[in-house]
């Protein structure tokens, strides 16, 4: 596991009781900005900061997929938008096209995401000896 250059300052450690607290808040501050990241940047974090490679995943091109067609479903009326188009590589042409998604491809979903979690959880056991 690589180590990240991040700081915190003086007064934000007085603020905390105890060296738990401080653990607890600069984990959760991490989670927070990896919210905020779309699936091709958590894969670059996690390559960089774990050396783990979402792309060799069986089904890591459907799991992109799913995750960018989720955002169109929420956010845009489920018609592709550019940001669509852009990430899967497909002709503008399909701009505001709608994406239809039926219970077999919501089941394919849930496989695809169960699969990257184990593959990541693996992949961090394997790496911090955690078997």
């Known amino acids: 596991m690589k180590k990240r250059s991040k700081s915190i300052d003086y007064e934000t450690l007085f603020d905390f009781e105890n060296l738990e607290d401080i653990r607890f808040h600069?984990?959760?501050r991490e989670v927070e900005n990896i919210g905020?990241?779309?699936i091709d940047e958590i894969k670059d974090y996690l390559k960089n900061i774990f050396n783990i490679s979402l792309n060799?995943?069986?089904?890591w091109e459907d799991f992109r997929?799913?995750?960018f067609r989720r955002n169109v479903i929420v956010h845009?009326?489920?018609?592709?938008?550019?940001?669509y188009v852009r990430n899967l590589k497909?002709?503008?042409?399909?701009i505001?096209?709608?994406l239809y998604s039926d219970l077999e491809y919501a089941e394919k979903c849930i496989i695809n995401t169960l699969s990257c979690i184990y593959f990541i959880k693996n992949q961090i056991e394997e790496k911090l000896k955690l078997e």
């Open 26 to 28: 600069i984990a959760a």
């Open 36 to 38: 905020y990241m779309n």
């Open 56 to 59: 060799k995943m069986k089904d």
């Open 65 to 67: 997929e799913n995750y």
């Open 76 to 83: 845009n009326n489920s018609r592709i938008s550019e940001i």
């Open 90 to 94: 497909l002709p503008n042409e399909r």
């Open 96 to 98: 505001g096209e709608i």
